[in-house]
């Protein structure tokens, strides 16, 4: 009787090396992609991780707000809202900031062309006019494919796009927006908003302590 031959038997064995470097290779794979999708999801946006330009050009982070509520305005030097508003603005601004609370007024020429002059002029006449102590950034578009990416986020929450000057939103310390305000609506009806917020995060701070 002829022995048993062992040649099937090594032939077997370097597909079954084959087949476990395979298995373990998707296995690391696999483990990488679950891996990455815990540890390096994309952070969500909200407001305060864009950048802008200040009234200099320079690139700053509006993480720079993050724990404030912010009122974001889109601002103008020649309207028929420009006086009230500004007006306004300064007043919300001295009451409640800075320490809690901001005013970020953002030029733009898009609506009835009433926001022509330079950067320099704009802040100029809303320091000079109206004692602006608030930031004031570079001019800016709200509308179309040039739309300042930090704005287009605001109207994308709201799901309410500006169709006129002094626009305003309200941004939580977190970045999201609260609410929006038309122009033409009184800062009687912005005041306990603002006032509420702040009273927030206050009394979030006393609670981290």
Request: hydrophobic residues 40%.
């Given at each position: ?14 597909k079954v ?6 298995l ?8 990488l ?20 330009k ?54 733009c020429?898009?609506?009835g ?29 709200i ?8 704005f287009?986020?605001?109207t ?13 939103y ?14 033409e ?10 006032a ?14």
């Amino acid at each position: 009787m002829e022995p048993l031959t062992m040649y099937p038997l090594k032939c077997l064995v370097p597909k079954v090396r084959v087949f476990v470097v395979f298995l373990s290779m998707v296995l690391c794979t696999a483990m990488l992609c679950l891996l990455q999708s815990k540890f390096l999801k994309p952070k969500t946006k909200d407001f305060y991780s864009f950048d802008v330009k200040d009234s200099r050009g320079r690139i700053i982070s509006l993480e720079k707000y993050r724990g404030k509520a912010s009122l974001v305005v889109n601002v103008a030097s020649h309207c028929q809202h420009t006086d009230k508003n500004y007006i306004a603005l300064q007043e919300l601004h001295r009451e409640f900031g800075p320490s809690h609370f901001t005013v970020l007024a953002f030029p733009c020429n898009q609506f009835g062309e009433s926001e022509p002059g330079t950067i320099q002029e704009i802040e100029a006449f809303a320091r000079g006019n109206y004692g602006a102590t608030f930031p004031i950034f570079q001019k800016i578009k709200i509308l179309g494919s040039e739309a300042l990416p930090a704005f287009k986020f605001l109207t994308d929450a709201s799901k309410k796009e500006p169709r006129w000057n002094f626009w305003k939103y309200l941004v939580s310390p977190e970045g999201k927006v609260v609410k929006f305000w038309r122009p033409e609506e009184p800062i009687e009806s912005i005041k306990p908003q603002v006032a509420a917020l702040i009273r927030q995060i206050i009394m979030k701070k006393r609670e981290d302590l």
